[in-house]
């Protein structure tokens, strides 16, 4: 049986479709002002990349805050249960889950079963999410996806006072205007973020395996100032990008209602 | 049909009013949902021209949510309280009665007994922002122009501004109590100094205890010999122990209603829980009696019926609320039971402790002693006149009464106070009772902090997770 999930994110659409052996396709689509027909080529690569038809899909998925952009029917599922049944589904060891976000970074505390213990969202603030990044880079005119390749000594990273996405960005040029080198504004940055993540996993207790997920997992930079702040490892997993987690975890909630 | 001032300063007043009219005429029709009628514009062609602009401005989910049949009856309630009050007050400042703008944490019986026109502040922001599409925005955008900080109390902000506006009557005296919060406090004081009328201010005990309770009620002593002095008559004792006899009568329905919610499934509806405060603050009239008294009735009903409210074949979950919710939205809590069947138990701003007294009217000691101890028990006013102890000691208790299966917190953006001690209320909740707690960010009465549509996600993504 062929499901597909659909994650509808604050910066970036993704697609799974899910078979008896795996993940078939996928497709991430970067958003832009008009949601609703990222999410149908979205959903129309994923499947033509299946060699299939959305008509051959027998089950369908949606999560995350665009969900309601799905233009075809699906069953909705909550994004918090998504990421934590594909993340035990994968990782059975993981107990916390970090989902670095577009928008919003969430923190789950998940049992041995998989089940949600309990959760924290970092809500209002873009502080520790992938637009804060993306501030950060169009300020310093750089690739956000080539922030997280600077990892430099900690002593000499800059300082980062504030972890507000609003006033990091005029903080920025105040550096730049100081002459500062940007590889050490950029791992002050990550620095920056690493800590308001590790602040809200060590809120829900911290608990190991700790898995990070999201676009910002991608960035090993950040990965790095969390495990440095936490003394633990973060762990990503190999076997997925980490930003199809979400959809994943829709096809697979979809997956047990059937069976319920 | 009833006359609707058209005067400008009673903008506010006159659009419930007419709410109130608008909402029994359409009750009273076999209807339970607009499109039963061919939509929203269908049914303005066949409304009486002179309710047709107020039927624009309000919400329509607001509407199909009263129209629903397990919300008629409270909804007939609520507009009857509405449009009567509405009537009364504009009587009242007809015949030339002072205005007295009050915080929400005191009752008004002395207010009343002294021939005042009493207006609760905060409720002109949250009724308006519960009926309006446009909520209360214009007055918090007023208030806001005039150099007052975005950051606090829309409830506060969205009255003062219809004051700057001038949609509201020119006040004679404002009366606050000085707890909770330090923002209602400055923003009596600056209106007050604006308008150059007195401000009363009740000062707050630092706990609740025997030693508060006297401190408090020597405070409605004080309170009484300057208001007294606005009023240019003494308080009467018969005439403060008829409104004392009004407000024992609605808490005593608010006690038993309490009581009914305990049961399983719950027979009480949620949409009119963050109305309740409203009619909190008109104990002593009898627009609030009547309304719980309908409230009562209609539970007891259920009750009688083995009924529930949440639609057959769900499971019910049973919330409490920590602490504040949306006003501006009150057709969430229908859509709470509904898509998730979970049903409302209790509240911070409704909530009377389980031990609440009813007043002794023997003589004048005896009223102000239990005016005292109803201002230390009202609301809100009892979960800050104390630590943190108190509030929380209130959830545990209605977690294991009411058999909760989680907290939910509204952490209204301005409250310093919950936003100081939220972590510790669901941290012992859940180490008393093993409830979790559900806490987001969202401004009471301002939907543009949080919308209607995020909170709706926040509590799919929430209930996913049961």
Not at chain 1, 8 to 36: H, M, Q
Not at chain 1, 225 to 248: H, K, R
Not at chain 2, 385 to 410: C, N, P, T
């Amino acid at each position: 049986m062929l499901i597909l999930g659909c994650d509808v994110g604050a910066i970036a659409t993704k697609t799974v479709i899910f078979g008896d052996t795996g993940i078939v396709a996928y497709d991430i689509t970067v958003n832009n002002g008009n949601l609703k027909k990222v999410v149908e080529k979205s959903v129309d690569t994923a499947i033509s990349k299946a060699g299939m038809l959305l008509e051959c899909i027998e089950v369908k998925a949606g999560t995350g805050m665009g969900e309601q952009y799905i233009p075809f029917e699906h069953t909705t599922e909550g994004i918090i249960k998504c990421l934590a049944v594909a993340v035990h589904r994968i990782h059975p060891h993981a107990r916390t889950i970090v989902d670095m976000g577009g928008l919003i970074t969430t923190v789950i505390s998940i049992s041995e079963k998989g089940k949600v213990l309990e959760y924290r969202t970092s809500d209002k603030c873009a502080s520790g999410s992938g637009f804060f990044l993306k501030l950060a880079a169009q300020a310093l005119e750089l690739n956000v996806e080539d922030l997280g390749d600077i990892i430099i000594p900690c002593g000499e990273r800059a300082h980062m006072g504030t972890q507000c996405a609003v006033f990091g960005e005029s903080e920025i040029v105040s550096h730049m205007n100081d002459g500062e080198a940007p590889e050490k504004i950029v791992a002050g940055i990550n620095y920056s973020l690493g800590s308001s993540v590790a602040t809200m996993i060590n809120r829900l207790g911290g608990i190991q395996d700790i898995v990070a997920t999201g676009g910002v997992a991608k960035n090993k930079s950040v990965l790095r100032a969390i495990e440095e702040i936490l003394g633990m490892e973060v762990i990503t997993l190999s076997s997925i990008d980490e930003q199809l987690v979400g959809a994943l975890g829709a096809a697979l909630c979809a997956q047990q209602r059937m069976q319920q | 049909m009833a006359e609707y001032s058209d005067r400008k300063d009673r903008t506010i007043t006159t659009r419930w009013q007419t709410t109130g009219d608008l909402a029994k005429f359409i009750l009273s029709h076999d209807l339970n949902h607009l499109d039963d009628w061919g939509g929203k514009e269908a049914v303005r062609e066949i409304l009486p021209e002179h309710f047709q602009k107020n039927f624009d401005m309000i919400q329509t989910d607001l509407i199909n949510c009263l129209l629903e049949e397990k919300n008629k009856q409270t909804a007939m309630a609520f507009a009857d309280n509405i449009s009567s009050w509405g009537e009364w007050l504009h009587a009242q400042l007809d015949e030339g009665k002072k205005v007295v703008y009050h915080y929400f944490i005191h009752t008004i019986e002395p207010l009343l007994a002294l021939d005042f026109a009493p207006i609760c502040f905060e409720i002109l922001s949250g009724l308006t922002s519960a009926l309006y599409t446009d909520g209360c925005e214009e007055g918090i955008d007023a208030i806001e122009a005039e150099g007052y900080p975005d950051h606090l109390c829309s409830s506060n902000k969205g009255a003062a501004g219809y004051l700057l506006k001038g949609y509201i009557p020119q006040p004679s005296c404002f009366l606050k109590g000085s707890a909770p919060c330090d923002t209602s406090n400055r923003i009596y004081e600056w209106a007050a100094h604006k308008y150059k009328v007195p401000l009363i201010v009740i000062e707050a005990p630092y706990y609740m205890n025997e030693r508060a309770h006297k401190f408090l009620t020597e405070e409605m002593k004080r309170m009484i010999v300057k208001l007294e002095k606005i009023a240019g008559k003494k308080l009467e004792q018969d005439k403060l122990r008829y409104y004392i006899q009004l407000s024992n009568e609605a808490v005593d329905y608010v006690a038993k209603i309490q009581e009914l919610r305990k049961i399983v499934p719950c027979p009480d509806t949620g949409w009119h829980r963050p109305a309740d405060t409203i009619f909190t603050a008109q104990l002593g009239t009898p627009f609030a009696r009547d309304y719980f008294k309908a409230l009562y009735e209609n539970v007891k009903e259920r009750v009688d019926k083995g009924q529930g409210v949440i639609p057959e074949g769900k499971k019910e979950k049973r919330l409490a609320w920590g602490y504040t919710w949306e006003a501006f939205d009150l057709p969430f809590f229908n859509w709470l039971e509904n898509k998730h069947g979970a049903i409302y138990t209790e509240d911070t701003l409704t909530y009377f402790p389980m031990d609440t007294e009813m007043i002794d009217t023997t003589n004048m000691e005896t009223m102000l002693a239990g005016l005292g101890r109803r201002m230390m028990q009202m609301p809100m006013a009892r979960q800050v006149m104390s630590f943190s102890d108190v509030w929380i000691k209130d959830f545990v208790d209605i977690s294991r009464a009411y058999k909760v299966d989680a907290l939910a917190i509204g952490g209204h953006m301005a409250c310093k106070h919950f936003w100081a001690l939220n972590k510790l209320l669901s941290d012992k909740v859940k180490e008393k009772t093993g409830v979790p707690t559900l806490r987001f960010e969202m401004d009471m009465m301002d939907k543009r902090f949080t919308s209607p549509a995020e909170l709706r996600r926040i509590m799919d993504d929430f209930f996913a997770t049961f």
